[in-house]
C-alpha cells in the first residue's frame, strides 16, 4: 500500500530501536560529527565503494549521517524524485545545479521571473567560467527560437518571483526534450508539496528549504532532486567539488519543521485568500499577485497543475512611493523582511530596479508590496492592512 505524502512525512526519520532496550526516541537526533569511524578497513572499503558508484554512503562529516539522510528522503518524497543533494543555503543549491550542469562554451536560457540572485550569480562567477547567460519572457517569447546549437540548459522558476507568475512547465519541458537540453526549475514557491515539476517534465528541481519546508524563519537550507542517476552524478559532483555541506542541526530543525507542513501549507493559503479577498476590495489596490486567485492571469496554469498554494501574494498599489512606504512602516503584524515560507507574516517593498527586468511586470503600476501571509489570525491580518491602507492618500 502506499502512504499519502503527509503520512510519509511524519514516518521518515523515525530514530531506530536501541537492540539492547527495545526503546527508542520518536525523531531521529542531530548526528554532529566531522570524523565518520569506520569499524573495519571492510566496511570502510565497502562504504568507498558504494561512493564510487555514485550510492549514498556515510564517509565523512561533509557528506553528513543519518540526520542528514533523512532529511534527503523527505525532499525525495516530496519532490517525486530518485536522488538528492543538501546545500547550506537556497543560493547554494541554485549554484551547485548551475555547475553540475553547464561548462565554459555553454549557453543557457533563463526566465526573466527567476530569483534575483541569480542573475548576480551570472554576474559574478558564470560570466568569468565563459557561460553564457541570456533571459527570456516565458509568457511573451517563442523560447524554441531562443535556442542555440551550444544551449545545454533552460533555468526556471514557477510561479516566478517577486510576481508569481505561472510558467508552462510541461511545454517548457516538451521543448526541452525535443533538444535534449535539461530542464531546472526553482521549486520553493511549491517545495514539492503543492507542486511538483519533476512530475512534469522537469529534470532538475531546486527549493529552498528555508522557507516552507523547514517552516520557522530559523534555519538556512537548500536541496538538488533529481530523478536521472545521470543527472544525479554531476550534481554530486559539483556538490563534492565545491565542498558545501549542511549542518547537522540544521537538518534536524529542518525534519522537525516538516513534520507540520500539511497543516501548514493549506492554512497559509486559506489565509491568503481571505486577504486577497479583502485587498480586492480595496480601492488602493490595482492588481493582485497569487495564482490561486482567480483574477490571477495564471490562475488557469495553476489550476491545472498544482495541488494546493500558499501564503506569498504581491499587490500593486495605487500610489506613490513615499505613500507606499507609509503602508509598509504602519503595518504591526507584518515583518519588514526579504524571505518568507516561516510562520509569521512578512512584508517587502519591491524595488522597482528589481521590477524591470521583469517582462510580467506592467508599466501601470506605481509600487508594488509583497506580503508573506502567516499563520496568525485573518481577522487581526486583515484589521493591520486596513490601517495601513488607509494612511495612502491622507500621507500623500
Ligand atoms: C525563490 C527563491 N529561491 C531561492 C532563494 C534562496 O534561498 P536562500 O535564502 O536559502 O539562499 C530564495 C530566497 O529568498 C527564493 O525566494
Same mark, same amino acid.
Given at each position: 500500500?502506499?502512504?499519502?505524502?503527509?503520512? /510519509?512525512?511524519?514516518?521518515?526519520?523515525?530514530?531506530?530501536?536501541?537492540?539492547?532496550?527495545? &526503546?527508542?526516541?520518536?525523531?531521529?537526533? $542531530?548526528?554532529?560529527?566531522?570524523?565518520?569511524?569506520?569499524?573495519?578497513?571492510?566496511?570502510? *572499503? #565497502?562504504?568507498?565503494?558504494?561512493?564510487?558508484?555514485?550510492?549514498?554512503?556515510?564517509?565523512?562529516?561533509? $557528506?553528513?549521517? *543519518? &540526520?542528514? /539522510?533523512?532529511?534527503?528522503?523527505?525532499?525525495?518524497?516530496?519532490?517525486?524524485?530518485?536522488?538528492?543533494?543538501?546545500?547550506?543555503?537556497?543560493?547554494?543549491?541554485?549554484?551547485?545545479?548551475?555547475?553540475?550542469?553547464?561548462?565554459?562554451?555553454?549557453?543557457?536560457?533563463?526566465?526573466?521571473?527567476?530569483?534575483?540572485?541569480?542573475?548576480?550569480? *551570472?554576474?559574478?562567477?558564470? /560570466?568569468?567560467?565563459?557561460?553564457?547567460?541570456?533571459?527570456?519572457?516565458?509568457?511573451?517569447?517563442?523560447?524554441?527560437?531562443?535556442?542555440?546549437?551550444? &544551449?545545454?540548459?533552460?533555468?526556471?522558476?514557477?510561479?516566478? $518571483?517577486?510576481?508569481?507568475?505561472?510558467?508552462?512547465?510541461?511545454?517548457?519541458?516538451?521543448?526541452?526534450?525535443?533538444?535534449?537540453?535539461?530542464?531546472?526549475? @526553482?521549486?520553493?514557491?511549491?517545495?514539492?508539496?503543492?507542486?511538483?515539476?519533476?512530475?512534469?517534465?522537469?529534470?532538475?528541481?531546486?527549493?529552498?528549504?528555508? #522557507?516552507?519546508?523547514?517552516?520557522?524563519?530559523?534555519?538556512?537550507?537548500?536541496?538538488?532532486?533529481? #530523478?536521472?542517476?545521470?543527472?544525479?552524478?554531476?550534481? +554530486?559532483?559539483?556538490?563534492?567539488?565545491?565542498?558545501?555541506?549542511?549542518?547537522?542541526?540544521?537538518?534536524?530543525?529542518?525534519?522537525?519543521?516538516?513534520?507540520?507542513?500539511?497543516?501548514?501549507?493549506?492554512?497559509?493559503?486559506?489565509?491568503?485568500?481571505?486577504?486577497? =479577498?479583502?485587498?480586492?476590495?480595496?480601492?488602493?489596490?490595482?492588481?493582485?499577485?497569487?495564482?490561486?486567485?482567480? #483574477?490571477?492571469?495564471?490562475?488557469?496554469?495553476?489550476?491545472? @497543475?498544482?495541488?494546493?498554494?500558499?501564503?506569498?501574494?504581491?499587490?500593486?498599489?495605487?500610489?506613490?512611493?513615499?505613500?507606499?512606504?507609509?503602508?509598509?512602516?504602519?503595518?504591526?503584524?507584518?515583518?519588514?523582511?526579504?524571505?518568507?515560507?516561516?510562520?509569521?507574516?512578512?512584508?517587502?517593498?519591491?524595488?522597482?530596479?528589481?521590477? &524591470?527586468?521583469?517582462?510580467?511586470?506592467?508599466?501601470?503600476? +506605481?509600487?508594488?508590496?509583497?506580503?508573506?501571509?502567516?499563520?496568525? $489570525?485573518?481577522?487581526?491580518?486583515? =484589521?493591520?492592512?486596513?490601517?495601513?491602507? @488607509?494612511?495612502?492618500?491622507?500621507?500623500?
Amino acid at each position: 500500500m502506499t502512504e499519502h505524502l503527509d503520512t /510519509r512525512l511524519l514516518h521518515i526519520g523515525s530514530a531506530p530501536f536501541d537492540p539492547e532496550t527495545g &526503546t527508542a526516541p520518536v525523531s531521529l537526533p $542531530s548526528i554532529r560529527t566531522s570524523t565518520v569511524r569506520f569499524e573495519s578497513l571492510d566496511a570502510l *572499503d #565497502k562504504a568507498m565503494a558504494r561512493r564510487l558508484a555514485g550510492e549514498r554512503a556515510i564517509t565523512y562529516g561533509r $557528506s553528513g549521517m *543519518d &540526520t542528514h /539522510r533523512a532529511l534527503e528522503d523527505v525532499f525525495m518524497q516530496l519532490e517525486g524524485g530518485s536522488y538528492c543533494v543538501l546545500a547550506p543555503s537556497g543560493m547554494a543549491a541554485i549554484t551547485i545545479a548551475f555547475l553540475g550542469l553547464v561548462r565554459s562554451g555553454d549557453h543557457v536560457l533563463v526566465a526573466d521571473c527567476v530569483y534575483g540572485p541569480v542573475r548576480n550569480l *551570472d554576474r559574478a562567477l558564470l /560570466r568569468g567560467l565563459g557561460i553564457e547567460v541570456s533571459y527570456f519572457s516565458a509568457g511573451r517569447d517563442d523560447v524554441a527560437a531562443l535556442i542555440r546549437p551550444n &544551449t545545454r540548459l533552460i533555468y526556471v522558476e514557477s510561479p516566478g $518571483s517577486l510576481l508569481l507568475e505561472m510558467l508552462d512547465m510541461p511545454a517548457l519541458a516538451a521543448i526541452a526534450q525535443e533538444r535534449g537540453i535539461l530542464l531546472a526549475t @526553482d521549486n520553493t514557491w511549491g517545495s514539492g508539496y503543492i507542486y511538483r515539476p519533476l512530475a512534469l517534465g522537469a529534470d532538475v528541481s531546486i527549493v529552498a528549504g528555508t #522557507k516552507y519546508v523547514a517552516g520557522h524563519s530559523d534555519v538556512m537550507l537548500g536541496a538538488v532532486i533529481v #530523478k536521472d542517476p545521470a543527472v544525479a552524478a554531476r550534481i +554530486h559532483s559539483a556538490q563534492y567539488a565545491m565542498g558545501n555541506s549542511l549542518s547537522a542541526d540544521d537538518a534536524w530543525l529542518a525534519l522537525r519543521g516538516v513534520r507540520t507542513m500539511a497543516v501548514r501549507m493549506p492554512q497559509h493559503a486559506r489565509n491568503a485568500l481571505e486577504v486577497c =479577498k479583502f485587498l480586492d476590495s480595496r480601492p488602493e489596490v490595482s492588481r493582485i499577485f497569487h495564482p490561486a486567485w482567480a #483574477k490571477d492571469p495564471g490562475y488557469a496554469l495553476w489550476q491545472r @497543475d498544482c495541488t494546493g498554494s500558499n501564503g506569498m501574494l504581491s499587490v500593486a498599489l495605487r500610489c506613490s512611493r513615499q505613500e507606499a512606504r507609509s503602508f509598509v512602516n504602519a503595518l504591526t503584524l507584518f515583518g519588514i523582511g526579504f524571505s518568507w515560507g516561516g510562520f509569521e507574516s512578512l512584508v517587502q517593498l519591491v524595488d522597482q530596479s528589481a521590477l &524591470t527586468s521583469h517582462s510580467y511586470w506592467g508599466s501601470q503600476e +506605481h509600487a508594488l508590496v509583497r506580503l508573506h501571509i502567516g499563520l496568525e $489570525s485573518t481577522d487581526d491580518l486583515i =484589521k493591520d492592512l486596513g490601517q495601513a491602507l @488607509d494612511r495612502i492618500g491622507a500621507t500623500g
